[in-house]
């Protein structure tokens, strides 16, 4: 059963429905504290902290990743950089911009240095958010991680962060005035969103292409 929920709830956690996958990651959370099951405890702790990260609930996405980063630990495969990735997270959207791109990039470095490359476009993603969002935004350097994020995330197939990738650079375009540029990217994102069934996101690129 813990198997199970942690799966099914990653699973609504990556289509953005929070909503159901957090009853779920909570359950089986749970049920691994009881049991002792470690392994899974990591995983339980780790999708339900990221899923607060993405649901900006800071206070609440820090001490599962803590939790997390102690299991991981105790089975013998420290996962320092995704536990800094997703920290990076929950630090962007609580708007902590500095320290966002400081976790990312310590997950970046991380990953880079044992060749975990199929995690690298996300690392570039974050650090491509939080140049979005700085007051004013580093146009340069948003461009530069969220293009190289999206073709990284090509050549791996990952199509929910190439539809992110999209909606990164069409909400940059967007505010600054290239009204070709955004429209391309946000019409794509919406596009793929849809497809995905990826509902949150799609309301999300729908409300930019709308603006």
């Known amino acids: 059963m813990a198997v199970a929920w942690v799966a099914l709830g990653y699973l609504y956690s990556e289509r953005g429905d929070f909503d159901q996958a957090r009853p779920l990651l909570d359950r089986a ?27 900006g609930r800071l ?7 803590d939790e997390a980063r102690e299991a991981y630990a105790a089975t013998g495969s420290p996962r320092e950089g995704y536990i800094a990735l997703a920290v990076a997270e ?40 939080a140049a979005a969002r700085a007051n004013p935004p580093d146009v340069a350097a948003t461009e530069q991680h969220l293009e190289s994020a999206l073709e990284s ?5 990952l199509r929910p962060l190439i539809a992110h990738s999209h909606l990164g650079l069409g909400k940059l375009y967007r505010r600054t005035a ?32 709308g603006a």
């Not at 049920?31 to 990221?50: I, K, P, Q, V």
């Not at 206070?59 to 990743?65: G, K």
């Open 59 to 65: 206070s609440d996405a820090l001490p599962l990743l």
């Open 90 to 129: 929950a630090r962007l959207h609580a708007s902590h911009l500095e320290e966002a791109r400081a976790f990312a990039e310590r997950a970046f470095a991380w990953m880079r240095a044992r060749t975990e490359r199929r995690r690298e476009p996300l690392g570039r993603y974050v650090l491509g958010l």
């Open 153 to 157: 995330a090509a050549e791996f197939g």
């Open 178 to 209: 290239k009204r070709e540029q955004a429209q391309e990217h946000l019409t794509t994102a919406t596009t793929m969103y849809r497809e995905m069934g990826r509902r949150f996101w799609l309301e999300q690129a729908e409300a930019e292409l």
């Open 29 to 55: 959370l749970a049920l691994c504290r009881d049991l002792g099951f470690t392994l899974y405890r990591g995983l339980a702790s780790y999708y339900l902290g990221e899923l607060h990260a993405r649901a």
